[in-house]
């Protein structure tokens, strides 16, 4: 693996993450610093989660900000499918050969079982994971167990004595102990692999070079590296990043932040800009300058100037950064034209005219009947969600599931965010019209707009989601200890 070959592999499992950009951007300036390729693979293996939709969305927000791959599912390559659900028979061969080698093992436990031994680990203060049971099966009591039918995943053998040390490209020499380690299930009841599994084979077939990831895959690192030890293949160069963090220092979440890609395209961020501001992530210019292009840190990418200390998503530095981008790259025209891409486009502008024209009598009216569909976080105070019938803590249950529901939704259609909100309203034994009137002030920032459930499906998730979240700190925000009852009861229904 002479070529510098790097790689982004996200999980089509929700909203593009600005994380999954922050990765894939460092692995991108990195491989293409070095004259290498940087690969793009979707790891949909999760037939319970992964969607096309989600993938979708993925490629498009990246392809937004302007990270094109060299290789991909989309482009093609000497190395694909680029798509782990298209390699499912690559996957078998691999792991039959472990198993032939000894180097992993069919585990029959239940969930049960499994969930048995983890309370009994945590009540004896031991060390949770699985206890290598079914290792001790011989060959006569697995044929039975098969020809019985029995469910089973396959799982990898792990040391139980001594320690494994690697070297990280920014950390230096890291040892953790096996014994921390468990016996990762690589191959899943339904015959899919894991993500670990997938994982190497992927990156080793693929050439991959350098595995640039996220500090959280840190005490993962054991497992592939005996992955490939098994395998008797080359181990690339592990480099994990620091993780982003809020600006209370912990880690990076939509509960604190809004963290989706989607966002910070619909609230009217420049995608040049939001680049710019992840690649100060830890990252600075050798000359210290703040605004630079993509080419430019490319052409001066050094991955050793990385900070391992948390870099702080702070929206506050991004507004300041998309001001300058507005103010020194835009001339006028551009400025004209980039707005009316963003504001005015005809599908957006055919769902809201509806909407509007039904409630004007001039044209003057539009706007502050409209305004909210073009603008970012609203002014609203507390005294806004006064209402005869509903106390504080009515309203904020209100505002907290109704943000569970529509986070769920794969469906964004008016229809389905109709019927859900009236189960809600069913479940929570309140009036549709008192329901819906947090949903109002918090979306229009008006207690009598055009229809709320409209307008949700008009402005769709990422800001939906935001300024349901702005209500709820309006009103005073909800503690840990109260969300988790809330959640109790959220589950009760279903939810």
Known sequence: MSKVRTRIAPSPTGD????????????????????????????????????????????????????????????????????????????????????????????????????????????????VGYDGQCLELSEQEIADKLADGQEFVIRMKVPRDGECEFDDLLRGKVMIRWSQVDMQVLIKSDGLPTYHFANVVD??????????????????????LLLYQYFDWQVPVFCHMPLLRNPDKSKLSKRKNPTSIGYYQAMGYLPQAVLNYLGMMGWT??????????????????????????????????????????????SSADFIEQY???????????????????????????????????????????????HKQLDEAQLLRIL????????????????????????????????????????????????????????????????TRARLRHGIGILGGISKKQAKIMEREYRSWGG
Not at 342 to 352: C, D, Q, V
Not at 422 to 451: C, Q, Y
């Open 16 to 127: 593009p993450h600005v994380g999954t950009a922050y990765i894939a951007l460092f692995n991108r300036c990195f491989a293409h610093s070095q004259g290498g390729q940087f690969i793009l693979r979707i790891e949909d293996t999760d037939k319970q989660r992964s969607t096309d939709k989600s993938a979708k969305d993925i490629l498009a927000a990246l392809n937004w900000l302007g990270l094109s791959w060299d290789e991909g599912p989309d482009k093609g390559g000497d190395c694909g499918p680029y798509r782990q659900s298209e390699r499912t028979g690559i996957y078998t061969e691999h792991i039959d050969r472990l198993l032939k080698e000894g180097t992993a093992f069919r585990c029959f436990c239940s969930s049960g079982q499994l969930s048995e031994l983890r309370q009994r680990q945590m009540q004896d203060k031991a060390q």
């Open 203 to 224: 990156d080793h077939l693929m050439e991959i070079s350098h595995v640039i990831r996220g500090e959280e895959w840190i005490n993962s690192t054991p497992k592939h």
């Open 285 to 330: 210019m050798p000359t210290g300058e703040e605004k630079f292009s993509l080419q430019e840190m490319t052409d001066k990418f050094d991955i050793k100037r990385v900070s391992l200390g948390g870099p702080v998503f702070d929206t506050e530095k991004l507004d300041w950064l998309n001001g300058k981008y507005i103010r020194e790259d835009l």
């Open 340 to 386: 009316a891409q963003w504001a005015f486009t005809s599908e957006k502008m055919e769902a809201i005219v509806p909407l509007l024209q039904q409630r004007v009598e001039r044209f003057s009216d539009v706007a502050p009947l409209g305004n909210f569909f073009f603008s970012g976080q609203l002014e609203i105070t507390r005294e806004a969600f006064t």
């Open 400 to 463: 907290q599931f109704t943000l569970w529901q529509m986070e769920k939704l794969g469906d964004w259609q008016r229809d389905v965010i109709e019927q859900e909100l009236h189960k809600l309203a069913g479940h929570m034994d309140i009036k549709i019209r008192d329901f819906l009137f947090p949903l109002f002030v918090s979306i229009s920032g008006n207690a009598v707009s055009t229809s709320v459930i409209e307008s949700i499906s008009i402005l769709g998730l990422d800001i």
